[in-house]
Each structure stands twice: as structure tokens, then as C-alpha cells.
T-cell receptor
Framework: AQSVAQPEDQVNVAEGNPLTVKCTYSVSGNPYLFWYVQYPNRGLQFLLKYITGDNLVKGSYGFEAEFNKSQTSFHLKKPSALVSDSALYFCAVRDSGDSSYKLIFGSGTRLLVRP | DTGVSQNPRHKITKRGQNVTFRCDPISEHNRLYWYRQTLGQGPEFLTYFQNEAQLEKSRLLSDRFSAERPKGSFSTLEIQRTEQGDSAMYLC???????????????FGPGTRLTVL
């Protein structure tokens, strides 16, 4: 069965410091991995994805993520956090063998960037 | 705004009533998805359409739930005889069918928040 784990309910970081939001996954086939961000009263916004190729993927708003197959992880990173990055972040996975294209989401991590 | 739109944004109903939500996907997106999100959780897949064909339904989608996409454009999600446990945010998403479309990300609407009293 496919699953995603986001082990931290909340991550606190000071503005200007690097941030990491953790994600591990489990699929039977090859993973397609995604990060989304959710602001209050708004839908999920796509940040970045890993399909194949370079393990380091760059996305919107200066975010990047590193795919690690041996650790089945896809951690989200940003070199310098902004207060405006404060939001709810979701990691999602799709099994390459799943014909429905559905995404399996983690439970989310709230990022709080303090000034 | 050419994104995914959902109506209504909020719905309050009494237990036992029927409710219907509408989703308008991004134009020319042939794939449409419904998810449900409860407080403190990530979205959970409910159902998936390719054009007008409903190709997969989650076991979360009980007999009281029905979804349609009659002309392959907008979609509706109906919940009959609502229960308090149906209270959640219902999210709609769409994605295009293009070359290599297995990899396409899904674009989400703002959601419909349902409260069942």
C-alpha cells in the first residue's frame, strides 16, 4: 500500500535561516513525488515534483527537494526562510504503476517562520 | 482567474439533508479528481474522472456519495442524507492530458467547506 509520512507536525525556524520539512514514502513501484503548500482559506498550490533524473529538484519560491531512494525520503528545503513561507506543507506520492493517477498525501507539516 | 473553481465555498446543512457541490476544472484539463480533507489531515482521494468516465472510486465514497461529470467539463459531487462525519473540506483538482501526462501535477481548487449540524 502507498503511504506518506511527515514526522513533524510543526517546524519552527527564524527568518533568514535554512529550513527543512521532512517526508518519507512507501510505494511498491517507482515513486512520483510532489510537494504542495496550503495557505489559509486557499487551495493547495503546487511547489515541485520529482519524476526521474537529478535527485535535487528545484521549484517555486526558492524551494527545492532532495530525493533519496535508499532512505525513501523527499525532504523539502529552502536556504533562507521568509516570514511569508509560513503555511501548511504537504508531501504526496503517486505510484508509477497506479493507473488512477491519485495522489497519496501526508498529514502535513505547519511551517512557522518567526521574524 | 483561469484556475479550478468550486462552488459553494461554504455549506452548512442539517443532518439528513442532501448537498451538491460543483467543480469547474481548468479549461482543457481532461482529468478531474475529488478529495476530502478533514482537520489536521492531508487530502484523501475520493474519485477520479477522465473526460466523462468515472474510472476509480475510493472505498471512502459510500453509497450516499455520487459524482458526475456529464460532458467531460464541470463535475458535481452529491452527498445524500448527510451525517456529521461528512463535515470536511471537499477539494477538486484537475490535470491535463499531454505527452508524458503521467507526470503532470494536479491543480487544486479552493475547496468547499461542509459543516453538518
Amino acid at each position: 500500500a502507498q503511504s506518506v509520512a511527515q514526522p513533524e507536525d510543526q517546524v519552527n525556524v527564524a527568518e533568514g535561516n535554512p529550513l527543512t520539512v521532512k517526508c518519507t514514502y512507501s510505494v511498491s513501484g517507482n515513486p512520483y513525488l510532489f510537494w504542495y503548500v496550503q495557505y489559509p482559506n486557499r487551495g493547495l498550490q503546487f511547489l515541485l515534483k520529482y519524476i526521474t533524473g537529478d535527485n535535487l529538484v528545484k521549484g517555486s519560491y526558492g524551494f527545492e527537494a532532495e530525493f533519496n531512494k535508499s532512505q525513501t525520503s523527499f525532504h523539502l528545503k529552502k536556504p533562507s526562510a521568509l516570514v511569508s513561507d509560513s503555511a501548511l506543507y504537504f508531501c504526496a506520492v503517486r505510484d508509477s504503476g497506479d493507473s488512477s493517477y491519485k495522489l497519496i498525501f501526508g498529514s502535513g507539516t505547519r511551517l512557522l517562520v518567526r521574524p | 482567474d483561469t484556475g479550478v473553481s468550486q462552488n459553494p465555498r461554504h455549506k452548512i446543512t442539517k443532518r439528513g439533508q442532501n448537498v451538491t457541490f460543483r467543480c469547474d476544472p481548468i479549461s482543457e484539463h481532461n482529468r478531474l479528481y475529488w478529495y476530502r480533507q478533514t482537520l489536521g489531515q492531508g487530502p484523501e482521494f475520493l474519485t477520479y474522472f477522465q473526460n466523462e468516465a468515472q474510472l476509480e472510486k475510493s472505498r471512502l465514497l459510500s453509497d450516499r456519495f455520487s459524482a458526475e461529470r456529464p460532458k467531460g467539463s464541470f463535475s458535481t459531487l452529491e452527498i445524500q442524507r448527510t451525517e456529521q462525519g461528512d463535515s470536511a473540506m471537499y477539494l477538486c483538482a484537475s490535470s491535463p492530458r499531454t505527452s508524458g501526462s503521467s507526470y503532470n501535477e494536479q491543480f487544486f481548487g479552493p475547496g468547499t467547506r461542509l459543516t453538518v449540524l
